[in-house]
């Protein structure tokens, strides 16, 4: 039970670690608020599903369907993130704190209703089932622990470059950017191009983990992909706090591992079900207002990384 | 430094699970339950949950299967496939469930591939998605026949009916949308006049947009494929909008909440509701029903039936097994609906395999012989809202659309 609950925590908490930390590049460090994480993750997961879906057979709706390796549709994930993130970003970028939040949200829910009512992109409502996946059996791997272990790894190397981003000259720039626009632009930095770049090189990650999302869950449809998504990450990010990229992915994992145990109890009866699903919203809650009153991740954070 | 070496703990902790292997004793049987307790379709999960209670109570009121006396653990999906996934692996790995049964259509897509690598059979009794028309079969059942069968049940009652005109009203589901294609298609084929065919996004607070070019052309019936939330909302908006035609529902509606949350006189003898149904006058169903009324004072909910079959056929295959595992089950499991000695308790089902009898299970629901994407044949029934109930007014046997 605790080897079950242990790896459903590392796998769930290190996919969603890598939108909190690509969310903490563009928040707690470029100064962005982006309200619509989710449409990038989405971007992701059906660009790898259009890209490694079978042509449209029988009853399917979709258009597009082009059959290639698994690898195809997981760097097509990336780029269908990173060019959203470029027509999203480079008309919005402009805008500051609230405004921004506003727009991107409306971005991401303009897409999310276009997935919803446009069938030829991906079977609308129905969505794309039976999402094509390496095995890792052929490996000789257990699933479960080859997908934890490669949702770690994304996180892990997300984690490694926007490290080395940030501790690099760029990274000054970055901080120079949002600490001190004026400053920056009075010594020739194009603040605009930073923080486009911020906005497009923390998106592309988001769409790698919406591959890896599409291929555990090997279904893509709207509903997998609304804005609690996005409020998710936000919350863990705060509960985790902001500024270090160990903050972000400890905010996660403690969030989804409060979620897991929660529901860790087997019940036998319907009625302890019921009551432990309504309970667990309520647990969350109150977890959330303690972790935000005491900030116990954020300290041990801060002591992690003095 | 401190970086790497945070790092590097997270490698090692990855690698020493891989070492780590679980283990649970093997004391009986379980079946995870697997519903949605909670959201839209909150309601029927209850009435499966239930029933599968009911039915196991029975199969261990016989003296359980060889495996063992057969116990449940319940777990809600929420209607999230994401969810689904999540319990579905702890269900397997730290309960050591045998079968999974319950969940709903989009929860059954995404677990198709979960069943074949954990080699457990998923059972869902009212998962009509026609996705599983191609994917479904081995690991992968259903006591409840496709949607299709339900759109051509919807379009063969509307044509008998005699209405000269309809319009379509369908959430923007995958279990709305494909019987209603096919229900489109059973009506203009009749050379009935299709006046509207819209489909709706659900969640909104009103659907008076969708509305006024339906009531402006004044069907003879609406035929209103939607969720339990959107549907009470269109049809209190269409009474209110001075619509007198009648209705026809899909089974979503077919629960008896609906009448608290409307008034009744707006369903009251003009609206009717198609739903996957057993033969109420099977022997079968009768002494489900009279077995239902004895344990909870209640007539059957929809899909009881369908649900209580699932967990007596996997327990029959479970009998029949050569081993207590999902592996065994699914291998006896279509061969238990067909071809043999007709059985419909698990009792005389034990009884028969222990004699070296091959077994057909003929259950509460109908005969279930598994077609190749492990799906039966459906029967359904029309039911009319007379008093503030759903009573029934016709029933198609399987046999009306061949």
């Known amino acids: 039970m605790i080897y079950s609950l242990i790896l459903t925590t590392l796998m769930f908490g290190a996919m969603f670690s890598v939108l909190t930390v690509s969310l903490n590049l563009q928040y707690a460090r470029g100064g962005m608020i982006n309200f619509g994480t989710v449409a990038y993750f989405a971007a992701g997961a059906y660009a790898y599903a259009i890209v490694t879906q079978e042509p449209p057979s029988g009853l399917d709706q979709y258009a597009l369907g082009l059959n290639a390796p698994w690898w195809i549709g997981f760097i097509a994930a990336g780029i269908a993130a990173m060019v959203f993130a470029v027509i999203t970003g480079w008309p919005t970028l402009r805008l500051r704190g609230e405004y921004l939040a506003l727009t991107t949200f409306a971005f991401a829910e303009v897409f999310h209703s276009i997935l919803l009512n446009e069938r030829r992109i991906g079977n609308g409502s129905v969505g794309m089932a039976n999402v094509e996946r390496p095995d890792p059996a052929v490996l000789g791997l257990d699933d479960t622990l080859a997908y934890t272990a490669a949702a770690c790894v994304l996180m892990l190397l997300t984690a490694w470059v926007f490290h080395r981003l940030l501790a690099s000259p760029y990274g000054r720039l970055v901080d120079a950017t949002h600490n001190d626009e004026i400053a920056a632009e009075s010594v020739g930095k194009n603040t605009a191009r930073v923080r486009l770049q911020i906005f497009v090189i923390s998106a592309i990650p988001i769409g790698f983990a919406g591959a890896l999302y599409a291929m555990i869950t090997t279904l893509v449809a709207p509903a997998l ?21 160990l903050g972000a992915i400890l905010g996660t994992m403690a969030l989804v591992f409060f979620q897991e145990a929660v529901r860790m109890i087997p019940f036998e009866t319907v009625r302890s079900a019921q009551i432990a699903a309504s309970v667990e919203e309520v647990i969350t809650g109150i977890l959330f207002i303690i972790v935000l009153r005491w900030q116990p991740w954020d300290r041990l954070a801060r002591k992690a990384t003095t | 430094m401190t970086f790497r070496k945070t790092m590097t703990a997270a490698v090692a902790l990855s690698t020493a699970l891989a070492t780590t292997q679980p283990a649970w004793a093997a004391d009986g049987v379980t079946f995870g339950v697997l519903v949605p307790l909670t959201g839209e379709l909150g309601e029927f999960g209850k009435i499966v949950a239930d029933a599968v209670q009911l039915g196991v109570d029975e199969i261990n009121a016989a003296g359980g299967t060889k495996c063992g006396p057969v ?10 496939a994401e969810q689904a996934i999540r319990e579905a692996n702890k269900m397997i790995d730290s309960e050591g469930v045998v079968a999974i049964l319950g969940p709903a259509s989009g929860e059954m897509v995404a677990l198709v591939d979960l069943a074949k690598r954990k080699k457990t059979p998923m059972m869902s009794p009212y998962a009509g998605t026609i996705t599983l028309n191609e994917i479904g079969g081995d690991y992968v059942y259903r006591t409840v026949s496709s949607d299709l069968g339900d759109g051509a049940a919807s379009g063969l009652w509307l044509t008998e009916k005699g209405y000269k005109s309809v319009a379509f009203l369908v959430q923007n589901e995958e279990s709305t949308i494909s019987p209603a294609q096919v229900a489109k298609e059973a009506v203009e084929a009749a050379g009935i006049e299709l006046t509207d065919f819209i489909v709706y996004n659900p969640g909104q607070p ?16 609406i035929y209103l494929a939607g969720g339990q939330e959107s549907g009470v909302t269109v049809l209190k908006e269409a009474a209110a909008g001075g619509f007198e035609g009648e209705w026809l529902l899909t089974a979503d509606l077919a629960v008896p909440e609906v009448f608290e949350t409307l008034d009744p006189r707006i369903l009251n003898d003009r609206a009717y509701v198609e739903i996957a ?21 209640k007539a059957p909910g929809p899909f009881a ?23 065994a089950l699914n291998a006896k499991l279509r061969g238990v609906t067909e071809g043999g000695e007709k059985v419909s308790t698990f009792a005389a089902a034990k009884e028969a395999i222990a004699a070296g009898t091959d077994v057909d299970y003929e259950g509460a629901s109908g005969p279930l012989t598994l077609d190749e994407s492990g799906t039966p044949a459906g029967a359904y029934m029309v039911k009319k809202a007379t008093d503030g109930a759903w009573v029934d007014e016709t029933f198609y046997p399987a046999s009306a659309f061949e």
Request: with cysteine; charged share 20%; proline share 2%.
């Open chain 2, 206 to 221: 009103s659907y008076q947009a969708e509305l006024i070019s339906v009531l402006s052309h004044n069907p003879d019936a």
């Open chain 2, 71 to 80: 116990s449940i653990a319940v777990a809600d999906t929420g209607g999230s």
């Open chain 2, 277 to 297: 149904e057993a033969d109420s006058s099977l022997p079968e169903f009768k002494a489900f029903s009279q077995l239902t009324m004895d344990k909870t004072g």
């Open chain 2, 305 to 327: 039936a369908n649900s209580y079959d699932m967990a007596m056929l996997s327990a029959i295959a479970l009998e029949a097994a050569d081993a207590c595992t999902g592996e």
């Open chain 1, 225 to 245: 992909f609304t804005a609690e998504v996005t409020f998710f990450v936000w919350i863990a990010l705060a509960l985790g706090g902001e500024r270090t990229i």
